[in-house]
Structure formats: structure tokens, C-alpha cells
């Protein structure tokens, strides 16, 4: 099914131990790239969320936030660095001394400095964190695709009906296509005329020999083959299950390749008129597939 690169989803679980939030964004990119941003205590668990996200998301801008709080107090130790707070009241009371100062060093001087009070947490059960995370992070992916899936049905639609509209123009292309070297025969025959006397005659080998090498030149029957050919592929491949992203764009420059080359050989107003048409609705799905998986 076809996948949008840009989404979001979000997924949450807590217990007694944890509670957490996982965010996950998603934007175009030419390749897969993923960030996580987490608690830098937790940075053991970074790999596992790479691996778990890229069996899911294959292509795109990955951006992952981990918010991690901890509901039981008794995970997180206070401790107080007392040889510190003695060395900074000693200092504190000299200073006081040689700046002839009356105030006396109050607790909440030395509670203020720096590294007196640190907050660290007590070992954690990896295995019960990893468990708590995956929950949250599993809700998350399932909305973000959810999501992706969602507005790649709707870029699908979009770009079927203009594959439609491109090979209505190419139909008209196909049977206007042999009607462009009877009309430069009857052009040349004409040409022939006014320039030149009326008794005289025309060479009508010559003449057959320009227009073969007219309708060579014009061809464009294989084009229109493998334009139609590419059509086909497309509209089947967007239906595949796989991400599918890069196989619609080599799809989409060979499908302009073979409208530029049609364009270039046909010599015919009519049907340059409608490789304009089909080179603007091609541009139009070029940008649709920048955005699928």
C-alpha cells in the first residue's frame, strides 16, 4: 500500500514505574535518516528504537522524542557532596574575613553553589524500561502510519486520474500520428507546384524518397509503445505493498524522456500541443512521488 513520507504519531504508557511520551515526525528525505532525542541516561536504548522504527519506515526524515518521567520517587537519589559545602564555607567565611564583612554564612549561600546538591537516578531495570518504551513507541509508529497511509491513498488517487488524463493524450497522439506524413506529402506536392513550372514534371521517385525519409524521421510509434508501457507499470506498481518511492520516480524521468522525445520528431502542431499538456501533468505527479515512500 502506498506510504506518504511526512506524518506524525504520537504514543504514550505508563505504570507504576515510568511514564512516557513518544513523538514521532516524519518528513520528505532521499534516503532514510532517524534522530532520536532522549534522556541521555537512557542512550543504551537508542539502537533498539532505530531498529524497531526502520522495520516500519523505510524512507524518509525520521525524527523520534523520548520523554521519560519517573511517577516513583524512590527511583531518584538526592545526594549532598558535604567535603564540598565545607570547602565552599571555608572560603566563604575568608572572604568575609578580608572584605571586613559582618554577614555570617548562611545555609542558603552554600545551597545555592554549584554540584552541593546532585539529583541521580538509581539503577534502572533495563529490561523493564525497554518493555515500557516499546509500548509507548509501538503506539506511536501504529499512528504515524496510520497516517502515511492515509494521505498516500490520497496522492495515489491523485496521480491515477492524471495518468488517465496523460493517456488520453497519448491515444490522441497515436491517431493523429499517421496522418502527419500524408499531410507533409500533400504540403510538399503543393510547395512543388507554386514553385515550379506546370509542365514540369516531378520526379516522382525523388518525391517518395523524401517522404520515406520524412516518416523515419517523425516516427514515434516505439515511443508511444514504451510511453504506454511505463502507464501501465506505474498504475500497477502503486499498488504494490513494498515502498515503491524510487521505482516511481525512474518510472516518471523515463516517461518524460519518451514525451520529450515524441515532442522532438513528431513536427506537428497538434501533437506538440499535446506533449505540453502531458509534460505539465508529469511534472504534477514528479512531485507526488517526491513525497511516497
Not at 18 to 24: A, G, K, L, M, Q
Not at 186 to 214: G, N, T
Not at 218 to 225: D, F, K, T, W
Not at 255 to 268: L, P, V
Request: proline fraction near 1%; avoid cysteine.
Amino acid at each position: 500500500m502506498l506510504k506518504s513520507m511526512t506524518g506524525y504519531g504520537r504514543g504514550e504508557f505508563a505504570n507504576e514505574f515510568f511514564s512516557i511520551i513518544i513523538e514521532i515526525k516524519s518528513v520528505n528525505h532521499r534516503y532514510g535518516d532517524i534522530v532520536v532525542k532522549m534522556p541521555r541516561h537512557i542512550n543504551f536504548l537508542e539502537e533498539k528504537i532505530k531498529k524497531t522504527v526502520k522495520e516500519k519506515i523505510s524512507r524518509g526524515k525520521v525524527d523520534i522524542f523520548v520523554n521519560l518521567e519517573y511517577i516513583n520517587e524512590s527511583a531518584i537519589d538526592l545526594k549532598v557532596d558535604i567535603p564540598l559545602a565545607k570547602a565552599y564555607k571555608k572560603i566563604l567565611e575568608e572572604l568575609s574575613r578580608e572584605l571586613s564583612l559582618e554577614d555570617n554564612v548562611k545555609l542558603f549561600n552554600i545551597l545555592g553553589l554549584p554540584e552541593i546538591i546532585k539529583t541521580e537516578k538509581k539503577e534502572l531495570d533495563e529490561g523493564l524500561l525497554w518493555f515500557s518504551l516499546k509500548e509507548a513507541l509501538d503506539k506511536a509508529l501504529d499512528n504515524i502510519l496510520d497516517m502515511k497511509t492515509m494521505e498516500g491513498e490520497a496522492i495515489k488517487n491523485d496521480m491515477l486520474l492524471k495518468l488517465n488524463e496523460i493517456e488520453k493524450l497519448v491515444d490522441e497522439i497515436e491517431l493523429r500520428s499517421p496522418n502527419v506524413v500524408l499531410e507533409y506529402k500533400e504540403r510538399l506536392e503543393e510547395r512543388i507546384e507554386e514553385l515550379l513550372d506546370k509542365d514540369f514534371k516531378i520526379d516522382e521517385e525523388r518525391l517518395a524518397q523524401e517522404i520515406a525519409i520524412f516518416a523515419d524521421k517523425s516516427n514515434i510509434n516505439e515511443e508511444i509503445v514504451r510511453l504506454k508501457s511505463h502507464i501501465s507499470q506505474f498504475k500497477s506498481i502503486v499498488g504494490e505493498e513494498d515502498a515503491v518511492g524510487r521505482k516511481l520516480d525512474f518510472l516518471i524521468q523515463e516517461m518524460n524522456r519518451e514525451t520529450n522525445t515524441i515532442g522532438s520528431k513528431a513536427n506537428d502542431i497538434s501533437i506538440s500541443n499535446n506533449v505540453v499538456k502531458i509534460k505539465a501533468e508529469i511534472e504534477k505527479i514528479r512531485e507526488q512521488v517526491q513525497n511516497i515512500e
